[in-house]
């Protein structure tokens, strides 16, 4: 039972351009998220999915773009990568919703820079 | 502005005593989660109060909640060094369907041997 794994776990790019992020969750959670994390900032939901097929944007959506093709995979996309997306990434999955005291489980977190 | 601030940043503690770490937010809220990091890895999530509680335990771990004072506060007792890492707060509310899960700043606790 491996939980939440992130591919890559690093990667550095150019700005403009483009890359993605792959959240894999064993455990059949209907609820998966992308956040990232800043120096200083806490974490902060990027998009979110409450079920296969499903995509929503949270607080920081912009730039990004994410699939969920599959209910145990979810992608997040960086279309043209800029500096100010330099970051660590976490997805994380729930079996219930927050609202539903469903707790989430995080990957390791993939760092990103960008040049 | 965020839900929740924590308070201290940063606490350094020897091992065998207690930390206590606290979280303020702004409005309403569900519940309230606390999660650990440790360096360069993921959050696991510790423990969970919901709006109607005012005290819970796991272990180690106390968690108190003042609703009329919005905040909760994450007491570790007998410390460990294996207890160093960071602690987050966040607080559920509602808005939409499945609530809103916002995380603090974090409280980074050192525990020296």
């Known amino acids: 039972n491996a939980g939440v794994t992130q591919t890559p776990k690093f990667r550095v790019l150019k700005t403009g351009q483009s890359m993605t992020l792959l959240c894999a969750q064993d455990?059949?959670?209907?609820?998966m998220y992308w956040y990232r994390q800043d120096p200083g900032m806490g974490l902060r939901l990027i998009h979110y999915?409450?079920?296969?097929?499903?995509?929503a944007k949270g607080e920081v959506p912009d730039g990004y773009n994410v699939s969920r093709l599959k209910k145990q995979n979810f992608l997040l996309g960086l279309e043209s990568a800029a500096p100010s997306q330099t970051s660590v990434y976490f997805c994380?999955?729930?079996?219930?919703?927050?609202?539903?005291?469903?707790?989430?489980?995080f990957g390791p977190g993939t760092r990103l820079t960008v040049l | 502005s965020q839900q929740g601030e924590e308070d201290p940043q940063a606490l350094s503690i020897q091992e065998g005593e207690n930390a206590t770490m606290n979280c303020s937010y702004k409005?309403?809220?569900?519940?309230l989660q606390w999660y650990r990091q440790n360096s360069g890895r993921g959050l696991v999530h510790l423990i969970l109060?919901?709006?109607?509680?005012r005290e819970k335990h796991s272990g180690r771990l106390r968690v108190t909640l003042d609703t009329s004072k919005k905040s909760s506060s994450l007491l570790i007792t007998a410390s460990r060094a294996a207890d160093t890492a960071s602690y987050f707060c966040?607080?559920?509310?509602?808005?939409?369907?499945?609530?809103?899960?916002?995380f603090g700043q974090g409280t980074i606790l050192t525990v020296h041997p």
């Open positions: 994380a999955s729930s079996y219930r919703t927050p609202l539903q005291t469903g707790e989430q489980f």
């Open positions: 455990m059949n959670h209907e609820y």
């Open positions: 999915s409450v079920g296969e097929g499903t995509t």
């Open positions: 409005t309403s809220i569900n519940n």
């Open positions: 109060i919901r709006s109607n509680e």
């Open positions: 966040a607080t559920v509310t509602g808005g939409t369907s499945y609530g809103k899960l916002t």
